[in-house]
């Protein structure tokens, strides 16, 4: 086995989580200076309002004209679609809708999310430099624009801070934390956290205010030993001399550009690199501009500047269409065993008579040397219509596997619909085979792509074909697999996710409550519950299926939560012999609380049964918890191979927090599935915490012996059964608002009580080159720890000259297990620690007085250590970083900067902050009579380098804090043009 540095698996992150949105979003790409395909979406619950659509006009033209002024002339809004609800009158139309969805919109219009109120904000869970999910907009942001301009300013540039965010990756550059809102520099002068320093302003003591709003400004002298406390607010002036940034405050009229880090540019919008903002913390101390300049759009000089553009948008208003799918199915002579045909008519029976939502329009093809429609397009309006194309499903095997044929007459049956074009319809692929009929896959893909039809695939067993999940990813589809193996459910999971994963906004798409097989003795009888909560219970159907090799239907009895029973007699409780299935469907809705089931096997065999529990939202008006997952990537082509699992679970915009997510990866036999537990932590593979997405690395990929290419499928479950999930609003803005009442308060978390989810969470195949990592070998680990992340400052003493450091631990291979060691170091020269961190001075046990560095606890625990320094002196600043590294030792990345002035001073009680303003009031700590500023300063350095034996840590410490600052200082002109 070899080793690499960390940079090679930082940009493995970065290119899969490419794939991530892309697949999930409307793509939106710079071509010649103009963003042509940008979809802004109208949620279905939106009130119809032609002044709407035309502050949404107004609002983006103005953006176009700022956007390029702020990219130096180099881009620009050209073609813009505004998608209306269904339910709007038809005369707003300009076009008819093709390819254009809700759910995959890049700006959605809806209700306000309780975290942010009316602010805009993107929903951004990926690392630096990659793009967001969507831009949220409120109708009262948008129609409001008296009140949207008082308190953000412009609501052209507000949308161009936000387009910052979701194209290019760029983080907010004012103080996101309670601990962040204030620094003192090198020269000891306390600064206001923003981006650039030239924008001025007055801190101001909001506890002095009188009824008029006029209060005292606050002291920032260090050495008068009073530094700003919690009601301390710095307010820039307007007019303002200060050309950025963007990602500061953009209300500023003076604010006309991202910060830079080019010392030739203008100083008025150079970059802060000590300001300790989230664009510092997780962009390596990159200026907005650096980033912008790593993208596509404007990579190795990419959509150079164009003098005098005309920036005015063109506008189609379009309204979204009914779901269309066509069924593509096998039927080649392959599919006759393990009863993969029954099993493929069995998934699409529950399909079609089930998870498809009222309205939908369907196709049914099949293919084997050739290809036939078994169903023109058809709209399900009742259930007469289900029954009828579930009676059109084939039932016989025939022929070779002619996968293009099938694909070319799915197109061919959206075309010849009511609709006449195949553009957004999808085709749901199922195959178990390598193709081996013309035209193949690559003959169709370049006709699906140029005609926008979305493809879906199914790999049915280790046989089939390859190409599958290259197909779907050039298409904008999903991609699955089942294994056939006695404990997967990934077949019809796959077939339900096809639709729940694109209409999660919709309450008419059902969730998945309970997904799972179970073998039953013959004589024998199983039992188990599930739990309807307080979100969900509309159109509840219980699904049981059982063994095709058995011709003895399993029987059921499920008890409510008044004891009634349901059983073979019920109304409710239908058996389909053909499709092996028994269905319950509780009239009305199901009542809240423990449903229990019993499943009596009366064969002499055992048989396994298949459980599967769906249910909708309570009303049409309530959003019901849901849970989606997705991979990092789903084909992995680097040595070792990794990826990372992404869940989310939420109500809504109400992100689900302190839930328990499992993510279970089922592997190549004969390998057992692994348990994978995602964590919503802000540690490892989780960037944000508390946002109600949940993440972790799975690096258990082994070396197998299959068919074509190895694969792996996800199944991820959600659920409160630790009693801890809830919902609470966390304070978070976007733009920043000049009026800080805006801000929404933070409450106390409201229990969700017990509830349960299940989704299927996509597949991994991986390419046949790749080398695993042996791990009976401990030397072939090559997988570093993560990044240490919370690194702060708790307390201080002047007298005992000591520091005490928090911070979260990592693990051994990124977040998981536990890391060898710590390497913590300090400095009194920002510049060096952050370029330099190998040459600063390196701490052992022997520094501290509590705490050690040697025995690290598990990963996500807080690990805390008082350091003894050997000088103090008059407003002396020190600067700390630490590193994990691993028993084969790989080091990970530094992590963030923590800075401590310490300032002798009498005690002052510190009175409490006002809940939902602490992402924006500075906090003082308090101890022993001394004020302490602290801030966390964000630092990414790649300094993981090729080991061949392991590093010994060495203690270097200088003798007096003269000594250190004899060191040579850095500029920070030097720190910005770092590459970090």
């Known amino acids: 086995m070899y080793r690499c540095n960390m940079h090679s698996y930082t940009t493995q992150f970065l290119l899969v989580s490419i794939v991530l949105v892309s697949a999930n979003r409307n793509p939106v790409h710079l071509v010649d200076n103009t963003y042509t395909t940008l979809l802004i979406a109208i949620n279905q619950n939106v009130t119809e309002d032609q002044r709407l659509i ?36 038809d005369d707003m139309t300009t076009e008819k809708a093709t390819t254009e969805k809700y759910d995959i919109a890049n700006v959605v219009v809806d209700e306000a999310n309780p975290n942010y109120g009316d602010a805009p904000y993107v929903k951004q869970h990926q690392p630096c430099g990659e793009k967001g999910e969507y831009l949220h907009l409120t109708p009262t942001f948008i129609v409001e624009r008296e009140w949207s301009e008082k308190n953000y300013g412009d609501s052209g540039k507000v949308i161009v801070h936000e387009w910052g965010h979701l194209q290019w990756g760029l983080f907010e550059e004012y103080a996101t934390s309670i601990n962040s809102t204030y620094y003192v520099d090198p020269k000891g002068v306390v600064e206001a956290t923003r981006c650039s320093l030239a924008v001025t302003g007055t801190s101001y003591d909001f506890n002095t205010c009188d009824r008029s709003g006029n209060c005292k400004p606050c002291n920032t002298d260090p050495e008068s030993g009073v530094l700003p406390y919690p009601y301390c607010v710095f307010i820039p002036d307007e007019p303002n001399q200060g050309t950025a940034s963007y990602l500061y405050a953009n209300y500023l009229d003076s604010v006309v550009n991202f910060c830079h880090s080019d010392p030739e540019g203008d100083p008025n919008s150079l ?173 169709v893909t370049p006709e699906l792509v140029a005609k926008e039809v ?73 039992t188990d519950t599930v739990y309807i909560d307080s979100t969900i219970g509309r159109e509840t159907v219980f699904y049981f299926f059982w063994d095709f090799s058995s011709t003895v239907a399993v029987d059921v009895v499920i008890t409510r939560p008044d004891g009634v029973t349901i059983n073979s007699t ?41 459980v599967s529990v769906d249910s909708k939202s309570v009303d049409s008006s309530t959003q019901p918890i849901r849970l989606s997952s997705t991979p990092s990537t789903d084909y992995v082509t680097d040595s070792p191979p990794m990826a990372i699992i992404y869940a989310e679970v939420n109500q809504g915009y109400s992100p689900v927090l302190d839930a328990k997510v499992i993510a279970t990866v089922e592997r190549p036999s004969p390998h057992s599935p692994v348990d994978v537990q995602l964590f919503d932590s802000g540690t490892g593979a989780d960037l944000t915490k508390d946002d ?22 996800i199944q991820v479950k959600a659920d409160d059964s630790d009693q801890t999930a809830e919902i609470r609003t966390i304070s978070r803005t976007g733009a920043m608002p000049r009026n800080y009442t805006l801000i929404p308060r933070k409450d106390k978390g409201v229990p969700i009580g017990f509830f349960s989810r ?138 963030s900067i923590a800075q401590a002035t ?51 840590i060495s203690k270097v410490e200088p003798s007096t804090a003269s000594e250190m600052e004899n060191r040579p200082q850095e500029s920070i002109a030097t720190v910005a043009h770092s590459t970090l």
């Open 54 to 89: 035309d502050s949404i006009q107004e609002i983006f033209t103005s953006a176009s004209g700022h956007l390029y002024q702020s990219t130096k002339q180099r881009a620009a809004f050209n073609n813009i679609t505004i998608l209306i609800p269904k339910t709007w009158s």
């Open 271 to 443: 970059h802060n690199v000590l300001a300790p903002t989230d664009q510092n913390t997780l962009c390596s101390y990159k200026s907005a501009w650096d980033v912008m300049e790593l993208s596509a759009d404007f990579y190795n000089n990419n959509n150079p500047p164009v003098d005098a553009m005309d920036t005015t948008p063109v506008f189609k208003i379009v309204k979204e269409n009914e779901f269309r799918t066509v069924l593509v199915m096998d039927v080649s002579g392959s599919m006759s065993s393990n009863n993969r045909l029954n099993l493929q008519y069995q998934a699409a029976s529950k399909y079609i008579g089930n998870t498809l939502p009222l309205y939908t329009w369907v196709g049914i093809v099949e293919f084997g040397t050739s290809a036939t429609t078994l169903a023109n397009l058809t709209q399900i309006v009742d259930e007469e219509t289900r029954e009828h194309l579930t009676s059109l499903l084939p039932i016989r095997t025939t022929g070779s596997t002619c996968v293009g044929c099938g694909l070319e007459m799915g197109v061919e049956v959206l075309e010849d619909s009511i609709f006449g074009y195949a553009a957004g319809g999808i085709l749901f692929l199922t195959t178990d085979g390598e193709e081996n009929q013309y035209p193949y896959i690559g003959d």
């Open 454 to 526: 979305i493809v879906d695939t199914l790999a049915f067993s280790d046989s089939a074909d390859p190409k599958l999940v290259g197909l779907s990813d050039e298409t904008g589809g999903r991609a699955c697999w089942y294994s056939e193996g006695d404990d997967s459910t990934a077949l019809h999971d796959c077939f339900t996710a096809s639709v729940t994963e694109r209409t999660s906004s919709s309450t008419e798409t059902p969730v998945q409550l309970s997904s799972y097989k179970t073998s039953i003795a013959g004589g024998a009888s199983y």
């Open 570 to 610: 019920d109304p409710q409780y239908t058996v389909d012999d053909t499709s092996r299935s028994i269905y319950v469907k509780i009239n009305g809705i199901a009542e809240e609380g423990t449903w229990a089931y019993e499943i009596y096997n009366p064969s002499t065999s055992s048989q396994v049964v298949e």
């Open 692 to 713: 109600g997405i949940y993440s972790g690395y799975f690096v258990d990929f082994v070396e197998a012996t299959c068919v074509t290419e190895c694969r792996y499928n």
């Open 758 to 895: 299940v989704v299927q969470g996509g597949m991994i195949q991986v390419n046949n080159a790749v080398e695993y990592v042996n791990w009976t070998d401990p030397t072939s680990d090559v997988f570093p720890p993560s990044r240490v992340t919370g690194l702060v400052v708790t307390s201080t003493s002047y007298d005992n000259v000591t520091v005490t450091l928090q911070w979260t631990a990592t693990g051994d291979d990124f977040d998981i297990g536990t890391a060898s060691l710590y390497d913590l170091r300090y400095d009194t020269n920002f510049g060096r620690l952050a370029n330099s961190f190998d040459d600063c001075y390196q701490l052992s046990n022997d520094n501290l007085t509590a705490g050690t560095l040697t025995a690290p606890k598990e990963s996500r625990e807080t690990e805390t250590v008082t350091v003894q320094l050997s000088s103090s002196g008059p407003g002396l600043t020190y600067y700390f970083s630490i590193r994990a590294i691993d028993e084969a030792g790989n080091k990970g990345e530094s992590s």
């Open 902 to 952: 310490i300032v002798a001073a009498p005690s002052v009680i510190n009175e409490p902050v006002e809940e939902g303003l602490e992402g924006w009031l500075m906090a003082l700590i308090i101890v022993g009579g001394v004020i302490v500023c602290v801030s966390t300063i964000g630092v990414s350095i790649w300094m993981c380098k090729c080991l061949t034996t392991r590093e010994t």
